[in-house]
């Protein structure tokens, strides 16, 4: 079992950042895929970001590629995505993810435990 909590989120003006961080618990956290998601009111959770255990390859969605980056630190349990150059097209609540196979995904379903989410608001 493994426990997700993410941190970080706010109100920003666009152009600005953010750093957000999901914290886990549990020893096999470092065996874990973790991706980050969004969802804006009314709409479906889409994908964001995904790095693998080890963190050596990571993938983003189009509409964030070169402004925000996906990282890990296994001793410290902790994911984290710095988000740069915001937009208000970013705002939505922001959940982490964790998949045991290991190899990020970009589909929801494929992910076995989540966070509660951070509110991640953008102002033009």
């Known amino acids: 079992q493994v426990q997700l909590v993410e941190s970080g989120g706010g109100l920003v003006q666009a152009g600005g950042s953010l750093r957000l961080s999901c914290a886990a618990s549990g020893r096999t956290f470092s065996s874990y895929a973790m991706g980050w998601f969004r969802q804006a009111p009314g709409k479906e959770r889409k994908f964001v970001a995904a790095i693998t255990w080890s963190g050596a390859s990571t993938n983003y969605a189009d509409s964030v590629k070169g402004r925000f980056t996906i990282s890990r630190d296994n001793a410290k349990n902790t994911v984290y995505l710095q988000m740069n150059g915001l937009k208000p097209e970013d705002t939505a609540v922001y959940y982490c993810?964790?998949?045991?196979?290991?190899?990020?995904?970009?589909?929801?379903?494929?992910?076995?435990?989540w966070g509660q989410g951070t509110q991640v608001t953008v102002s033009s």
């Open positions: 993810a964790a998949d045991r196979s290991g190899v990020w995904t970009t589909r929801v379903n494929s992910y076995d435990y």
